[in-house]
């Protein structure tokens, strides 16, 4: 069974940083591929406008590619109009990281509990509590969205110290905000950061789980392929 992993920016570092996680969750009888945006598509996608010209430029070659996979992961944290773009042209499993975020963040959410989001710039804190809004119907359970600052490619350039000092930062506001019991990671470039967010909230005596989008993105296409739906 094969996975398409799809990074609808251009910059092939992020793409890269990408498979030691995925190839780390050693799911057996899964191949994954990777596909890199080529230019004009943007290297960052850091707001609506960026998300629309990166599917523009994407969708027809993967247009091309739908015969050669089983399913399809948009790794951008948002809702990213490629996924229902893609799920108009087949019936294969097409899959949002938002979306698997969030839908795994309510599978392991204690009832009394509320998640949230810690993500790159601030024009997200918007666009991601409407993504919510859209796919949930509400935020009764949901906490909102802190974030650091950085754009999504600026995250591989800023020196680590400034990057660890704003991820915890951004989740300090989020767990001092109350009963928040997951926190999503906010963009695919914060792969591999989940120990940060660990750290504060043992710092602040709160117990959180941390979900990676581009992991339970690879996870639930995995399971819907068996599921043969």
């Given at each position: 069974m094969s996975i398409l992993v799809i990074n609808p920016n251009s910059s092939v570092s992020m793409t890269k940083?990408?498979?030691?996680?995925i190839e780390g969750l050693g799911l057996p009888a899964l191949t994954c591929s990777y596909f890199t945006a080529p230019p004009p598509s943007p290297a960052s996608i850091d707001d609506a406008e960026s998300s629309k010209e990166s599917a523009?430029?994407?969708?027809?070659?993967?247009f091309e590619r739908l015969a050669s996979h089983d399913a399809f992961v948009v790794a951008c944290y948002s809702d990213h109009p490629l996924v229902p773009l893609l799920q108009v042209h087949t019936g294969k499993p097409v899959i949002g990281i938002f979306q698997a975020s969030v839908t795994q963040a309510l599978h392991v959410l204690p009832r009394e509990k509320k998640f949230?989001?810690?993500?790159?710039?601030?024009?997200w804190e918007e666009l991601l509590t409407d993504g919510v809004r859209g796919f949930l119907g509400g935020e009764e359970r949901f906490a909102g969205v802190q974030s650091t600052g950085l754009t999504a490619g600026e995250l591989h350039s800023v020196p680590e110290e400034e990057l660890r000092r704003?991820?915890?930062?951004?989740?300090?506001k989020l767990l001092e905000s109350g009963d928040v019991g997951v926190v999503c990671l906010?963009?695919?470039?914060?792969?591999?950061?989940?120990?940060?967010?660990?750290?504060?909230?043992?710092?602040?005596?709160?117990?959180?789980?941390?979900?990676?989008?581009?992991?339970?993105?690879v996870v639930t296409a995995g399971g819907l392929m068996r599921c043969k739906y």
């Open positions: 940083a990408l498979e030691p996680a523009y430029v994407c969708f027809p070659l993967l949230g989001i810690v993500t790159t710039g601030k024009v704003r991820m915890e930062h951004a989740t300090e906010g963009c695919a470039g914060l792969v591999g950061l989940e120990e940060i967010v660990r750290g504060v909230a043992e710092r602040l005596g709160v117990e959180v789980k941390v979900i990676d989008g581009v992991v339970a993105g």
